[in-house]
């Protein structure tokens, strides 16, 4: 995913403040505690320089005696101590409360990208690396935490500082106000024009790369066992390198230019301070000013000098946080391409007739629609096989009839109910799969044969795990059910882990079942397993049966041959081994049907 180019041209920070301000919307009352405490500890910081002025004037007074001088000097020391006390106690209250507010946003946060992610486009999904995207949500996650600290606990009081400062010393010397205001407007103009002209470019094109490396190290360990297969090691450490130092040299790039834009800050500190210092060594030979008036107005403008040095920081905080949110606010801008409905209703199953009326579905990249008014109706409780050449439509089939892909006409109903019409959730659990390749949870056995029903008992679950054949090799574990897979299922064999699918899809009882290449690349003695599993399996179900190995077929009720998403011929396997020169008996015979061929001749 790419960041537009009007995000380029510089909306970035309006676009993640708006994101921000909406999620702050749920925490309204702690957001107005945590700024009325900062801002009144801030107040309080303003005022103390005023006192020690006084308390400096007190002890230097040479007009009145020395009780008098104590008892205003200890009036002044009183309201330092006073202040102090406001200072720390509303400071305590704003850290106290902004941790709660920013932990629950962060979690909403990442809770509803996560979610929307899950319901993105299974293109999406191929399109898009997976450790790119959980990069990109927990780094943004991340980011709300510094967002938060940077916006309330540290500009919120710099901007209370500045505005204070100037105005108490306007109030007394307007020379003084107007020095020190023009200073500090002259600063913060230069490092906001520094941080989002200067750095943030730069940054942007550095967290792409940071992304890339994310994604780069999840896609060689998710592949591992491939890696290991090819002696590919050296290879991927290379690909790292390469990734790892794009990335350095772009970030090289950013932290220098952060190191220049302190220095020019610096810079414009040190100018301000002379001139304030000198400024007020004016004033007092001018008599304007005497020694209390000289303490106030320096230990004011270091007061303002910390805040003001910590404005650059909090300004490029503000811009990293900015950069690091942005893919996170993109994920929550990025359209949904299938929602249910406008009152979709849950899909109610009675037989498990599937029909495709007119349907016509167009890839995206594709010039062609693959179907244009493709009409089958599958009977309820009927087994089907789907057979014909790679890319000739039969898992697009099967996915349409999930709702994966939207149709661009025509229609499609289970038991006449339109899929687009009722809740993806409840369309999806009338359905139960297996796959060609069964992809399992790094969870235990028990979790992955209950994931189409959770709340299963031990007994159905191993009573599922029976009927899949997988009972055996489970026991044998010495865990049994405990055992963990491993990421993908990768601790156990390829047929162990289709027989862990059969178990789940046996456990699920959805009255549509769709087979997808189950027994594909599999040993003699597992395929035999597996095949009596789906046979056990599609009794009584409405079967849906992708193979490109027709012995899988052979005793389905009907085989329909797709050829470029047109469904050429179909019929039962022996009728289809009669048509003379058809696509169905030319596959068998590139499998070697021969005996069945003799028959049909």
Known sequence: MTVSPERDRGDAIRTVLRFTFRNWGGERRLVWTIALAITTATLADVFVPYFAGRLVDAVASRDIGREAALAEGLWALGAMGALGLVFLVCRHLAWAAVVPMTLRIMRRVSEAAFARVQRFSTDWHANSFSGSVVRQITRGMWALDLLHDTLLLALLPSVVVLVGTVTLLAVQWPVMGLVMGLGAVAYVTMTVLLSVRFIAPASRVSNRKDTRVGGVLADALACNAVVKAFGAERREDVRLAGALGDWARDTHRTWMRHTWSGTAQTLVLWVVRVAIAGLALVLWWQGRAGAGDLTYVLTTYFVMHGYLREVGMHVNNLQKAVNEMEELVDLHDVRVQIEDAPGAKPLAVSGGEIRFDRVRFHYAAHGTPLYDGLDVTIRAGERVGLVG????????????????????????????????????????????????????????????????????????????????????????????????????????????????????AFLADAPILILDEATSALDSESERLIQEAMERLMVGRTALVIAHRLSTVRALDRILVFERGRIVEEGPHEALMRLPGGVYRKLAERQGETPMLRDAS
């Open 389 to 504: 050449h790679s890319g000739s439509g039969k898992t697009t089939f099967v996915k349409l009839v999930q709702r994966l892909h939207e149709v661009s006409g025509g229609e499609i109903r289970i038991d006449g109910q339109s899929v687009a019409t009722v809740t993806q959730e409840s369309l999806r659990r009338q359905i139960a799969i297996v796959p060609q390749e069964s992809i399992l949870f790094h969870r235990t056995l028990r979790d992955n044969i209950a994931y189409g029903r959770p709340e299963a008992s031990r007994a159905e679950i191993e009573r599922a795990a029976e009927l899949a054949h997988a009972a055996e090799f489970i026991e044998r574990l010495p865990q049994g059910y405990e055992t963990m897979v491993g990421e993908r299922g990768v601790k156990l064999s390829g047929g162990e882990r289709q027989r862990v699918a059969l178990a789940r």
